[in-house]
């Protein structure tokens, strides 16, 4: 979402199930995602996007903004991990009971998570998780919102102010055409 908001042309090469076993060998640590710019190898999902964000003007106005987006992405990351065995079964790749993975795991979890998300984005006073406007982080939980939308959209009904958040991102003119045709996944 950084290089289509940035304006700027990239190659979204996704690597097949059969693929890996190949490409594997040729990564930083043996897992995607990896950034590839002038021959060299960057990895890790997090410092691929902060990498980016900075590049393009998307990780804050200053350091400390800067420093208040991590925080917050550092929070989503905390909800991921919490719920992970939640979404691992809702994605296919794990198996149990989901409607009690969603009552023990997924909703106490994102009754405390959520609420912190619609109270952060009402103090920046800009629609957006920054004072500044649109960041790295906004791409990130928005998407991570839709996904979640799809696997509960029982949890969103309550909670309409975090979604409307994802829908305004992914209706911004740079992205609003991107999102519609991307390549889509699980994850």
């Known amino acids: 979402m950084i290089f289509q908001y940035a304006g700027q042309k990239f190659e979204d090469h996704r690597v097949s199930q059969q693929e890996w076993p190949t490409f594997k060998p040729k990564t930083p640590f043996g897992q995607l995602p990896v950034l590839e710019v002038d021959g060299k190898q960057l990895a890790q999902s997090f410092a691929v996007t902060r990498y980016l964000a900075k590049k393009f003007g998307l990780a804050g106005k200053d350091d400390w903004e800067s420093a208040q987006l991590d925080s917050i992405a550092d929070f989503q990351k905390d909800f991921e991990n919490e719920t992970r065995k939640y979404y691992l079964m809702m994605a296919g790749f794990a198996s149990g009971d989901k409607e009690i993975a969603y009552k023990e795991i997924f909703n106490p979890a994102a009754e405390k998570h959520f609420p912190v998300l619609n109270k952060l984005l009402k103090e920046s006073g800009s629609g957006f998780f920054g ?57």
């Open 131 to 187: 004072k500044s406007g649109p960041s790295w982080v906004d791409f990130y939980i928005s998407d991570r919102v839709t996904t979640y939308n799809g696997f509960a959209p029982e949890f969103f009904k309550k909670h309409p102010e975090i979604l409307a958040h994802a829908d305004r991102i992914h209706n911004l003119p740079q992205l609003k055409d991107y999102i519609k045709s991307r390549k889509q996944t699980h994850i």
